[in-house]
């Protein structure tokens, strides 16, 4: 091995020395910043997507058995001129909307003689209290094209407590 050889091969290591503590110092460490405790943590670790606060429509759902368990009906009965415009309680009295007599526990869209827009008649289902109360919650979500033109309950314990009263008119 001659000096130029020996030269070159430490000239190299040293350069490689170099460029590994130039990454250190100025590359990786300010990434890192000492946490309030002494740990260290990534710099950009706030700015992760998994540690930012769940989107509002991935809030826990709503237990509408448990609030319509609990729920007043005559708290819905006093709501109930809300619907009174154009709903009757009677059975088999339709208006602008279908009679809600014996309403809870009756296959979607099935009063005789009432006219109802394809989105209704071709729903399916029942009307168990919950899917009454999410109905109730916000009309044209749980039955896109309705013509039922009722903009939704803003609180869930109301819509509760309105099912409570429907449950009533059996
Ligand atoms: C502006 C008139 C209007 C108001 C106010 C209204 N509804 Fe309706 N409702 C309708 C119409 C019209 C339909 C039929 C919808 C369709 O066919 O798409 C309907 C359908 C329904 C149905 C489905 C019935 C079935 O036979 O499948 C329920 C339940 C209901 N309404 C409950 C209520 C309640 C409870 C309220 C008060 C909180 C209310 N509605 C307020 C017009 C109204």
């Not at 460029?19 to 740990?39: C, D, M, N, T």
């Not at 609030?67 to 006093?78: M, R, S, T, V």
Request: with cysteine.
């Amino acid at each position: 091995m001659d000096t130029m050889e020996t030269t070159k091969i430490v000239a190299g290591i040293c350069g490689a020395l170099l460029v590994f503590l130039g990454v250190k110092y100025f590359i990786a460490e300010p990434l890192y910043r000492s946490g309030e405790h002494g740990e260290t943590q990534l710099a950009w670790s706030l700015e992760l997507p998994e540690q930012a606060p769940a989107p509002a429509e991935e809030k826990a759902p709503v237990d509408f058995a448990a609030l319509i368990a609990a729920a007043d009906p005559a708290k819905g009965e006093a709501e109930f001129r809300k619907c009174a415009t154009c709903h009757k309680t009677e059975a088999g009295a339709n208006a602008t909307g279908p009679t809600l007599h014996a309403v809870v526990g009756r296959p979607v869209g099935s009063v005789p003689g009432f006219n109802y827009s394809s989105a209704m008649a071709g729903h399916g289902g029942e009307w168990t209290p919950e899917a009454l109360a999410q109905f109730l919650m916000n009309p044209k979500k749980y039955v896109p094209g309705t013509k039922m033109s009722f903009a939704g309950f803003k609180k869930p314990e109301e819509a509760a407590a309105m099912v409570a009263y429907l449950a009533t008119l059996k």
